[in-house]
């Protein structure tokens, strides 16, 4: 430790924002969402760590507010935002509200990108549709199929949310199927699957992570991959001749955090001395809710 400048939460907390806006900015939140700083739980009381440690997820439940808590995190960087209802008021009862008295008592500040990350130029939509299309080496054209309405930062020109997808080398259902099951590592994959493709090939995808629903509405493509897809949005998309692989929710964006570690430590490298040396880890105890058995 010596010779090394010790940071206090505040001194760690800012950088550590500045990051996180550089890689994803609140600008390119959708109206409804509540993204960025959530919690912020920085003092300039003086600690005796040089270090920033950071904890990703896809949500903060119980178990990764105690890992948390274990691995002495500084931050808890959310994809989904903890606080998204308006709370009048925190109840011992209500088991968020138990989480978010906990942070505050541990110190731990809450930030979350949520829709900021699925509308950026490589974000969670362009993760997952170069894992659905076998990499960027096989995406012959892809596009943003909902721009963003608001102000786009300088070089975030054509963000927004859902991505379509031209194949550069269509394959068959089955294959994509089975690719997606391994590449998301799901035990098993829904699918509604338009009659056509027991021969046809899948020559274009239109994916949208999380709730797909009012972003893929009216779009035409050969499959739909999505994390949510209400019953009659499925038969619509069957009758019209569209396959659809439906994840579950936390499977088409939780994989993403790999991704977003690796985009936030360079932009954390890129601030110099003026940020301290971070350690990001991805939550161990962030799961899915739901099972497929």
């Known amino acids: 430790m ?4 010790v940071f206090n939460r505040e001194e760690k907390l800012k950088p550590l924002v500045k990051a996180l806006q550089k890689v994803y900015p609140t600008q390119l939140s959708d109206d409804w969402d509540n993204t960025g700083l959530l ?17 990703l997820t896809a949500d903060i439940t119980d178990e990764v507010c105690k890992e948390a808590i274990k691995n002495r995190i500084d931050c808890l960087v959310t994809y989904h935002p903890l606080i998204f209802d308006g709370i009048k008021r925190l109840e011992k009862s209500n088991s968020q509200h138990r989480t978010i008295m906990n942070l505050i008592r541990e110190k731990i500040s809450v930030y979350s990108p949520h829709t900021a990350a699925d509308a950026a130029v490589g974000g969670v939509n362009d993760w997952l549709a170069k894992c659905v ?15 963003c309405t608001n102000i786009i930062p300088a070089g975030f020109e054509g963000a927004g ?57 009216g779009v035409k493509a050969d499959l739909v991959v999505t994390g949510e897809l209400g019953h009659h ?22 994989g993403f955090l790999g991704i977003f570690a690796e985009h936030l430590a360079q932009q954390l490298s890129a601030l110099g001395a003026a940020a301290p040396n971070a350690k990001i880890m991805i939550s161990q105890e962030d799961r899915s809710p739901m099972e497929y058995v």
């Open 133 to 147: 299309a076998f990499g960027a080496d096989n995406i012959l054209q892809m596009s943003t199929i909902k721009p």
């Open 39 to 55: 919690l912020d739980c920085s003092d300039t009381e003086q600690g005796a760590s040089a270090e920033l440690r950071v904890l």
């Open 161 to 217: 949310y859902g991505r379509y997808v031209i194949l550069r080398e269509p394959q068959t259902l089955s294959v994509l199927v089975e690719h997606v099951r391994k590449r998301l590592r799901m035990k098993h994959v829904p699918l509604i699957k338009a009659t056509k493709h027991d021969t046809d090939l899948i020559a274009t995808i239109a994916v949208c992570a999380g709730s797909g629903g009012s972003v893929l509405k």
């Open 2 to 5: 010596s010779g090394r400048k």
């Open 233 to 254: 949005d499925q038969l619509r998309l069957r009758e019209q001749g569209t396959s659809c692989i439906v994840t579950g929710h936390w499977n088409s964006e939780a």
